[in-house]
């Protein structure tokens, strides 16, 4: 994959009206710089690496930006979410001389915060869009819209489905989950309108028992694909694979895990950030704030699996060019929500990076079967 | 010739030495056959534990626990008790340090300090002196029951984070509620180190002091030489066992308080991170010795602070520096084996 | 067919075949220490030979590809535990409880740190007896599914029993333990009893383990055990040293284990982890009750040092 660097001009064109209307402008960091200098990069994770979920994406990530010219990996990992990573973080920049450090988990944030003015000549990159006016200009929250992925998924699921029906296991109530729901169901009744899908919340981010047993009582019901939004979808796909329905990943590859039913998955492009790498080590630009989808090159799609067929592929192929050129949208007019109500009315069309409408979606859409509990 | 005192002494330190050295060589073995250069994992081990200033300051910050920890075994095991209840009592004692903590909102910041620390205290001494009291009346093992205790505390933990005293502001990890602000306690001078570390080391001197200089020391000493001399020569073996226990019990209480007070602030699973089981070994590393063990307690913590950088450096699993401190551990019970074959010529 | 509608006898169900499942590793634990203490030594470094096992298990299972290859390589793995525990111990003045408990934390340190390549992929599992397939409700089915590990621990109990009370083998443990001048007076050596007492029950520690890797939850990774080695030693007591007492006890533990996630599905989730501190509440007030100042536990070795 081609990591191109961000310029000023590609910046303004490519975040168009969502800029003026938040308050978060990227803002332009200016280094006195050479050439390409030799820089250590560093990695934290939260567990284990392995893990085929979230850290793993961040692993493959990693080794991808190290491929990067001049760049050195060191990785460390099982860091609490606790004031032992600033110790770590000041290990790496101490011992370690490290100049971009990239602490994976989203609750290390507020330990970034509290280190990075002491350390001006290294670049924090933090995987959540958490950086808002005031926090420290050497810091970066970046994130992709896993919506998009999982529509494209939903459209394999529903072109593959023989019941119809669909099962979605979230891990807590929170809107990026139900964002990903979502769009998982609206990519299914695109091709298939009345695809059904059971969504139930283990309340964990990661419960092995408890997903194992929830794909089975999905698959119980009916189900034949399953997706899992959990830390390690491992469990889950294995289970489906051994109850014999299709599923989809989620994080990263997990095509491994289930040779005969896995269809595709939605995949972080974390890779992205060796942009702000390289934009460090020449002294560029970078933002702050960085959040997209397909068309920001935040997110991917896994390899086919081998059940699904050529025209499925080609299908969601040009869904995807669709949603990369930024002609598909996912919320728009008409749009029910399962319980009936009236979201977006004919002709009502909402950008795919208006972050604003995605942090208060609170609603399941219409062929969702189950609840957000909130309101 | 030396007389039998200092000769005990030297004996001791060359005896532990010298484990450490052979753990240390079986340990280069070990890592040589996973493919890793032995002479490169010493040179990093040192570098993380005591090459800069800032691997100095990592290693002390994990010593402070670990001395009081060390004493919750050295303590008991003086009154011929063997104690592993350290890691229970650290967490009980972190948790009565949140609620004391949570509970006097309004009171003078030090005066807050002193009670937060002090409710720790208490709550880790009640802790081991409950296995104690089994011991005494019902002759239970102490060594079964505070292993036993150490799970209750940690089940009971987890069960007030996730509900009772949760702080359900915090959404990603389960954690308590906070103690104020003002009564946190921040960093020695000139050493980004906190306080902690000075409440250890006057811990260990003043309780060597005790143990070696005082009647009660005495006492406790010949109960845990032998009870029945000590039965016979008229002493309250009971209380001495009590005592020792509560005594212990304290000091990992108030390394869990510490752990509140420093660095966390509140409650949640950080609170077992095996300072408890690490105090176990140094505590027989340093012969039980209260003043031995405040340089034994900076060699393992050491030890466990250079562990992030051998898993940088060498792609080492996390593991790595506990499989080093299990190795010490055995070679320095097998090492108790040579005591008393050497003696002094006194031809 | 609705799961739901089985509401309490759901409960039921699934506390007795979670109590199948999670009494396997306590069983085979405590079966191994009883015939360590039967010798007059305590081994607390179980809890490290049990995940020694599952590691070893695990690994040496996927690799070959045969689960039985696997608990076979365990047991060896816990043998070799427990020689080095015997090795140690019986050197003069050493201690026991102390040996136990650093052999813990080298045990478990040493399978995190070979078990790292181990944690991704998956491994083969052991085979089940499915007695419960006429059923239609597929919880009944899990209830019912019979691991072989929990068949073969089925028949070694009695055996271990057997053997204990009705073998020269079983007479020369049994002396060992009781009577240390005894056992020097017939001859025996001590140490080489005690010895193989010790890795015999490594091997069976070992297997203990090898079952939570290759059956249930049936995958290598940290936090796989969580204390299960060391409550074999409570259990052990608690169960009079009698291995037929183990096989009942291990199953009343495990039964423990499993009450916790099956109220949890239906719906009581408060109190999760007070029911986890269950097994280990239950068996210090079994301890307290049955333990005396004025004599020694009823059944207990002579030489164990935690009875003095």
Known sequence: MDLTSITRRSMLTSTGNIVAASALAPLFARRAGAAVTPITVGFIYAATRQDYGWNQAHAVAARKIAQLEGVKLVEQEKVPETAEVEKVMEGMIKLDNCKVLFPTSFGFWPFIQKIASQYPDVLFVHAGGLWKEGDAKNTIGYRGYMEEPHYLCGIAAGRMTKTGKLGFIGSKPLYFIFNNCNGFILGARSVRPDATCQVAITGDWDNPVKEAETVNGLVDQGADVIVANVDSPKVAIETAERRGVYSCGYHTDLSALAPNGFLTGAEWNWAKGGDFVKAWQTGGSYPNLYRGGFKREMVAISPFGKAVPEPVRAEVDKARQALTDDSLKLYKGPLRDNEGNVVLKEGEVISNEDNAFKVNVKFLVEGAIGRTGLK | ?347 | MNELELGWWGVLIAVIGGAIRISTPYLFVSLGETLTEKSGRVNLGLEGTLVMGAMSGFAVAYLTGSPWLGVVAAGIAGSSLGLLHAAVCNLPRVNDIAVGIALFLFGTGLAMFLGKPFIAPRGPRLPSLELGSWSAYPSVRAALEINALFIVGLILAPVLYWGLRHTRWGLVLRTVGDSADAAHALGYSIERVRTLATMAGGFLAGVGGSFLSLYYPGNWNEGLSSGQGLMAVALVIFARWNPLSCFWVSLLFGGAGALGPALQSVGIAQGYYLFNAAPYVLTLIILTWSSSTRHRLIGAPSELTINR
């Not at chain 2, 534990?49 to 402070?64: D, P, Q």
């Not at chain 2, 020792?244 to 752990?259: D, M, N, S, Y």
């Open chain 2, 1 to 347: 010739m030396l007389s039998a005192g200092p000769w005990r002494t030297i004996e001791a330190a060359a005896i532990s030495i010298g484990a450490i050295v052979v753990a240390l060589v079986v340990y280069g073995i070990f890592i040589a056959l996973n493919g890793i250069d032995p002479i490169a994992v010493y040179r990093v081990l040192y570098l993380g534990a005591f090459g800069t200033l800032f691997s100095l300051e990592a290693t002390l910050t994990l010593a402070a626990p670990l001395m009081l920890t060390a004493l919750c075994t050295a303590i008991p095991a003086r009154a011929g008790l063997l104690v592993i209840g350290g890691e229970g009592a650290l967490v009980i004692g972190g948790l009565a340090a949140v609620l004391a903590g949570v509970s006097a909102g309004g009171i003078p910041r030090y005066l807050g300090t002193v009670l937060v620390l002090l409710a720790g205290a208490l709550a880790g001494g009640a802790w081991i002196a409950f296995a104690g009291a089994l011991r005494l009346w019902r002759g239970v093992n102490e060594t079964i029951s505070t292993l036993l205790l150490n799970y209750i505390a940690i089940a009971l933990l987890n069960h007030l984070i996730s509900g009772p005293i949760r702080d359900f502001g915090e959404t990603l990890k389960a954690t308590s509620w906070s103690i104020p602000a003002p009564f946190r306690i921040g960093t020695l001078p000139y050493l980004n180190v906190h306080w902690g570390l000075a409440f250890g080391i006057v811990s260990c001197v003043v309780l060597w002091f005790v143990m070696r200089r005082t009647t009660f020391g005495f006492a406790v000493a010949v109960l845990g030489g032998n009870i029945r001399a000590a039965q016979l020569a008229g002493l309250a073996t009971a209380r001495l066992s009590l005592a020792a226990c509560i005594i212990g019990g304290a000091a990992a209480g108030l390394a869990g308080a510490i752990e509140i007070v420093a660095v966390h602030g509140a409650a949640s699973e950080s609170l077992v991170v095996g300072f408890g089981y690490g105090g176990i070994l140094i505590a027989f590393l340093a012969r039980q010795n209260p003043l031995a063990i405040i340089p034994v307690a900076i060699l393992v913590g050491g030890i466990s602070a250079s562990g992030g950088l051998l898993q940088r450096r060498f792609d080492m699993p996390g593991a790595a520096t506990a499989v080093l401190q299990g190795c010490i551990f055995i070679t320095v019970l097998a090492g108790n084996t040579l005591y008393g074959r050497w003696r002094p010529s006194r031809a």
